[in-house]
């Protein structure tokens, strides 16, 4: 009997434990890799301002202006 022709096995409470957390862990480390990307673009987005002689903006400063 091949792979294929099997028939299906429940996965136990311990598989599916672990798979859960794998799935936990992977979004996890999807969404560090997601944040460092977003923070390393803001980085260069900021020095090629500071490059081409612009003040860089705080946030604070933009959100009083918009108060």
Not at 14 to 36: C, G
């Amino acid at each position: 009997m091949s792979a294929l022709t099997a028939p299906l096995v429940r996965p136990t409470t311990s598989e599916r434990l672990l798979l859960a957390l794998s799935r936990v862990l992977a979004d996890h480390a999807h969404a560090r890799i997601a944040a460092r990307t977003a923070r390393l673009d803001i980085d260069a987005r900021r020095d090629l301002a500071v490059a081409a002689g612009q003040r860089p903006e705080f946030q604070a400063e933009a959100y009083l202006r918009v108060r």
